[in-house]
């Protein structure tokens, strides 16, 4: 009994615990958002109490008023949606008005859109009206033509399989009487397993309808209003569109043979990367657009902070078709390093676990992809300072394509700040004395 | 060398300085009294500086001062009434003496500096630092950096305030020396004590008006009407204070305990006279002393009726 | 004119000699010449094979996490983007200002009530010329302080091969002129008041405002709300030595000379408009003797 008193209390404890990390949900008129954040779509909306949309400009980017339930999540510390209990899509016309009070009206089109999946790459592709139709339509087909690859494949390799298992049974069975069984293990080896089926290299997301917003930078309001012109409450919003700072800066994403899993990010153009110089190192240099903090935290989370005089780096897209100069201090001249694809291997001589190696698609990696692409930099340990730089196949150097690597090790020479750091009192305590005999030399006489 | 018309000084609906016409003639002492809150350091401001008058006008050595001649300042040298505590705490006498030799530009500084740290017998503490120095030596220090530069004029605000009985005697002969060789002082006081000592003429100001402007011996007669005698008396029998009530030259006897404050109704010094007739009674006085009435004690008389008298008096001249 | 400079550099070289008097001058550089000793080896502390990983050692964890946490991501990059230099100056400059603007606005004030600064300008100078001998004093030692940090971070860097990166000089410049402008203020506040504890409250609730606007402006937000608060604050902004100070060092970042030079000379002009305020205001209020 008292054990379930405890188990009762302690339940009720937590159930109330949990209760009280979530506001009460309440039916709000909202705008969910598909924004294009300059690299990819991003998901958010726009509650009642929310006066501001943000966009980029001159992008596509999706608006989809509904009803629905909102609430507070305390425990993540954001607003959420809760489409279960109501989820009603409002139809309407969205008027748009300038800051020049030119109104326009938008009608909602169907849309979708797509991500190809790379390495780290991310090419996004909308599609609108009858072209987001005939998208769709294409990758219905291509998933029906992939399913029935798929069942074809499925059924020939259980075919291979049952077919291998009775050559390894035949080969065992000539062993063991002493015969001949060469000629079988030649057929077993002769034979390849089926063909892998094809593989959709995308994925679209579902149709849906939306106002389109593409609009120059600016500020706007907007409005819902219903068939017969009447404006929904809580609707009229303001939409600020902005744009890049700067556009197609260098980045570089880069890892040490030791953290080859655990890369980062040299964003700042100009930025000194410091080094301990022990490993090796892979870059691999990417571009990026600059915006303003607030605007993007904004647009990626409508009830997110940012800030407004600071500005952030966001991924476009990898540097293909470049060469990486680089120049280390213990050598003449600069050196080119190519960009390689390589493969992560276990390895028990190493101290870390793994060896990484160059990526060999005819013969040890075949049918493997490659773990990743990236300019090799090895260290040489002398070189305390290479110079990098990104340059394209008509060896024009990117802007902003620079770094400064810098290898930097503790050296007891800094303890000369600490030795420097006692002669201010030391000449403090010389001007003390001179003043303390002087006077001393007045009161004597 | 300082001449002041029709000089007003308004903060708001305040009127602290009004319509004053001073004027300090070459080689004089000139005493500025009032009591405080006159308008006596209000105006010595005006005259260096560090205020702006609402109206009227400045003459410093015969030219039209304003601010901009701050070159005129130069030959001014001031000793304000109380020396700077808690700043420069780290100077010497010399270094601070010094650092306004430089200032005031002073020819072979270091030679004057020695030479006038000697006149007043600071030359054995030059190296000290000035934080330790007693009130009067301060005040001493003071009136050496105001010469410093030679001026011709020197203006003291309360130049003997809080000092010994010795340091106010330094501090007269030092400022009789310096007027004896032909420097015009300006002393601004409410002792009427020391400023009757030293000042050939004085102004009188009140309430931000010039009462009177006139040498030493008609001020004080217009202004102590009533002296007063005090003798401590080993014994004081009642027909003693009736004889002394019957002395032409005196008004009322008051007694306190064994002393007799006896008000005197003339400007004679009257202390022979009293002290003999007691000893003429068979008395003897063990202390007698005349009471000067600080200007202080001397403006609390000062009513409307008195006021009148003195701006009579100021027509008639 | 010549009068005055001579004034104003003979009263500027007693304060130098009086600051050189001050333990806590001496007291402020050791102080800073520790800390960029600790500064400087928890940063290579820090450096791992791919790269600076703040979280290797405590402080600069914290820093880059209180950084981020207020001021989002950039600006904890920014400030390590080129070393540990920016960081430590900032670290020990501010501290060094301080007491340069306070040792100012307090001194001014206290000189005026006790009337030293009077038997100075009873002499052959009004006090401009008196607040601007603190205003020289101020620039020397600023100017002096930065050279020293500079030499100092030079060392340090050709000891260790980190990089005293370019920038870092020109965000120098820009903060020497903030120093100065922010010293201003410390002259304007004695000016009104009339002893050294007005003077320095004054002072000190002034460059408070200025701060708190600054680290607001810095902070990340969820929502521009115009309210009256938020006007005062912006007109109020325009005023702030940090504004522009910051603005300078997004410039220097940005590598746009034009707008670093309009940071610089917004510094310059706040100076300039506080020294006449304090002319005019000086002769307005007055100086009692």
Same mark, same amino acid.
């Given at each position: 009994m008292k054990r379930f008193l405890t188990t009762l209390f302690l339940a009720f404890t937590l159930s109330a615990g949990l209760a009280a990390q979530i506001s009460e949900k309440e039916e709000e008129f909202l705008y969910s958002i598909h924004a294009y954040d300059g690299k990819e779509y991003k998901k958010t909306f726009c509650r009642e109490e929310s006066s501001t949309i943000y966009l980029l400009a001159d992008d596509q980017s999706f608006l989809m008023p509904r009803k629905t339930f909102v609430y507070y999540d305390a425990a993540l510390n954001m607003w959420r949606i809760d489409s279960q209990g109501v989820n009603e899509e409002l139809p309407g016309r969205l008027e748009v008005t300038g800051t020049d009070n030119k109104v326009t009206y938008i009608d909602k089109t169907v849309y979708t859109y797509y991500v190809t999946p790379g390495e780290w790459d991310m090419q996004w592709k909308v599609y609108t009206g009858q072209k987001a139709l005939d998208e769709w339509k294409t990758f219905e087909e291509l998933r029906e033509k992939i399913r029935e690859e798929g069942k074809k494949f499925q059924e020939e390799m259980f075919k291979y399989r049952r077919w291998k298992e009775e050559m390894n049974k035949k080969i065992k069975e000539a062993r063991l009487k002493g015969k001949n069984f060469e000629g079988l293990v030649q057929e077993l080896n002769a034979k390849s397993p089926p063909p892998y089926p094809g593989r959709i290299h995308y994925e679209l997301y579902p149709l849906e309808m939306a106002f389109i917003i593409n609009l120059p930078v600016g500020e706007y309001r907007i409005r819902l209003l219903d068939s017969e012109g009447r404006v929904y409450e809580n609707s009229d919003k303001k939409i600020i569109t902005f744009s890049r700072e700067r556009s197609n800066s260098v980045g570089f994403i880069y890892s040490a043979t030791d953290k080859i899993k655990l890369p980062k990010q040299?964003?700042?153009?100009q930025a000194i990367i410091y080094i301990n110089g022990k490993h090796d190192l892979y870059l691999r240099p990417y571009l990026q657009n600059e915006f303003n903090d607030f605007y993007h935290e904004k647009l990626s989370n409508n009830d997110g902070r940012g800030n407004p005089l600071s500005t952030k780096w966001i991924i476009t897209e990898p540097l293909y078709n470049s060469w990486l100069e680089y120049h280390r201090s213990a050598e003449p001249g600069p050196e080119i390093s190519l960009e390689e694809q390589f493969k992560v291997e276990r390895s028990r001589e190493n101290p870390f676990g793994y060896r990484i190696v160059y990526y060999d698609r005819n013969d040890a990696h075949k049918n493997f992809e490659p773990d990743f692409r990236s300019f090799y930099l090895p260290m040489?340990?002398?070189?305390?300072v290479i110079k990098i730089k990104v340059r394209d196949y008509k060896d024009k150097y990117y802007v902003s394509g620079e770094r400064e690597i810098r290898v930097v090790w503790y050296t007891a020479g800094l303890v000369f700040l600490l030795i420097l750091a006692g002669i201010p009192i030391a000449v403090y305590l010389f001007i003390t004395i001179k003043r303390i005999i002087l006077y001393r030399t007045a009161e004597k006489s | 060398m300082i001449r002041t018309k029709d000089l007003t000084k308004k903060f708001g609906g305040y009127v602290?300085?009004?319509n004053l016409n001073l004027n300090i003639k070459p080689g004089e002492t000139y005493g500025f009294l009032g009591p405080n809150g006159a308008g006596k350091t209000t105006t010595i401001s005006m005259i260096l500086g560090t205020l702006t008058p609402t109206e009227g006008e400045i003459f410093l050595f015969g030219e039209k001062y /304003?601010?901009?001649?701050a070159g005129l300042r130069k030959r001014i040298g001031v000793v304000p009434d109380k020396h700077p505590v808690g700043? %420069? /705490? %780290?100077? /010497?006498a010399f270094e601070y003496l010094n650092f306004f030799a430089s200032i005031f530009e002073v020819k072979d500084a270091g030679k004057r500096i020695e030479f006038l740290l000697e006149q007043v017998g600071l030359h054995e503490f030059r190296n000290r630092r000035f934080t330790s120095y007693s009130r009067g030596m301060l005040q001493k220090l003071s009136i050496i950096r105001a010469l410093l530069p030679n001026p011709d004029i020197l203006i003291m605000d309360e130049p003997i305030t809080g000092l010994d009985p010795f340091g106010i005697k330094q501090v007269r002969d030092l400022i009789v020396a310096e007027n004896r060789e032909g420097r015009s002082i300006l002393i601004s006081s409410h002792q009427l004590s020391e400023i009757e000592k030293i000042c050939h003429r004085v102004a009188i100001i009140f309430r931000g008006k010039l009462l009177a402007e006139d040498n030493m011996d008609r001020i004080l007669k217009t202004l102590v009407r009533h002296r007063e005698i005090e003798i401590d008396v080993e014994k004081i029998p009642k027909t003693l204070i009736r004889q002394i009530e019957k002395m032409k030259f005196v008004n009322k006897v008051k007694v306190e305990d064994l002393t007799l404050k006896i008000e005197i109704n003339d400007d004679t010094d009257r202390r022979r006279d009293v002290a003999e007739f007691i000893f003429k009674k068979g008395l003897i006085p063990l202390r007698i002393q005349e009471k000067n009435p600080s200007l202080e004690e001397a403006f609390m008389t000062i009513t409307n009726e008195n006021m009148a008298l003195f701006t009579r008096k100021g027509a008639q001249k | 004119m010549n009068e005055k400079v001579r004034v104003i550099g003979i009263i500027a070289r007693t304060r130098i000699k009086e600051t050189l008097l001050n333990p806590a001058l001496y007291v402020l550089i050791t102080g800073a010449l520790v800390f960029t000793y600790y500064s400087l080896v928890d940063f290579i502390n820090a450096i791992d094979s791919d790269g600076l990983n703040l979280a290797k050692t405590p402080i600069l964890e914290l820093v880059s996490g209180l950084m981020t946490s207020f001021f989002g991501r950039t600006a904890s990059e920014n400030l390590f983007a080129h070393g540990p230099f920016l960081f430590t100056f900032i670290v020990i400059f501010f501290p060094f200002i301080l007491y340069l603007s306070i040792s100012t606005a307090f001194k001014l004030g206290n000189e005026k009530s006790t009337g030293a600064c009077q038997l100075v300008i009873?002499?052959?100078?009004?006090i401009t010329p008196y607040y601007l001998s603190f205003l020289i004093r101020d620039i020397f030692f600023t100017l002096g302080y930065i050279f020293l940090v500079c030499i100092l971070f030079t060392a340090g860097s050709l000891v260790t091969n980190m990089v005293v990166d370019p920038t870092f000089f020109l965000s120098a410049v820009s903060s020497f002129f903030m120093a100065i402008a922010l010293l201003s203020y410390g002259i304007l506040a004695s000016s009104l008041a009339s002893n050294g504890f007005t003077s320095l409250s004054i002072y000190l609730s002034s460059v408070a405002v200025f701060f708190v606007l600054y680290i607001g402006s810095l902070m990340t937000i969820s929502e521009y709300t115009i309210n009256p608060a938020t006007v005062i604050g912006l007109v109020l902004q325009v005023f702030s030595p940090f504004f522009y100070w910051q603005a300078s060092l997004t410039a220097v970042e940005h590598g746009n000379w034009l707008v670093f030079l309009l940071d610089v000379f917004a510094l310059v002009l706040i100076t300039s408009v506080l020294m006449v305020a304090t002319h005019f205001l000086s002769r307005i209020r007055s100086i009692k003797v």
């Open positions: 040299s964003r700042i153009p040489d340990g002398k070189s305390t | 602290a300085v009004d /304003t601010l901009n001649k700043v %420069w /705490t %780290w100077m /010497t | 009873f002499g052959p100078v009004n």
